[in-house]
């Protein structure tokens, strides 16, 4: 165990984390999300909601303040403009550490192609339907 390091990042989420470089894109995603396939590397939380989840990576990883999108969730099928509680959770933990941020969304196969093509996909046991959500990293500046 280390200090200051969440308990739920496992190791093998933590080098993920540290391996990705400024832009690189990481997407927690629910238990319904066929993460196994998707292409990018695979981290598995089963244990854990994605809102704790985010909630830990938020701790060590900045969001890429370069783009206008730096948080996008997946739209509700047929109701674009309906927004699930889940993502106003994810909005106010994205709140809490980069205050001037928030949450965009995208349409169902659009998610799916920006998640798939990302670097890391870390699947969780949410069972709330629309729990996935796409962090791009961002930088790290001197004396953070």
Do not use: W
Not at 4 to 16: C, F, K, M, N, W
Not at 23 to 35: E, F, H, L, M, Q
Not at 96 to 102: A, R
């Amino acid at each position: 165990m280390l200090k200051g390091i969440p308990h739920i990042i496992s190791p093998d989420l933590l080098y993920v984390l540290q391996e990705m470089g400024h832009g690189d894109s990481i997407t927690i995603v629910d238990g319904n999300y066929p993460g196994a396939s998707a292409g990018p590397e695979l981290v598995r939380l089963d244990g854990h909601s994605a809102t704790e989840v985010l909630d830990a990576i938020l701790q060590l990883m900045p969001l890429d303040d370069f783009v206008d999108d730096p948080a996008i969730c997946m739209q509700v099928v047929g109701n674009a403009d309906r927004r699930e509680p889940i993502m106003d959770e994810f909005e106010a933990i994205v709140k809490k550490y980069e205050p001037k941020m928030g949450l965009t969304s995208l349409e169902r196969f659009a998610f799916y192609d920006r998640a798939n093509a990302g670097y890391a996909i870390v699947q969780t046991g949410e069972r709330r339907l629309y729990g996935n959500i796409i962090l791009k990293k961002g930088v790290v500046r001197p004396g953070e």
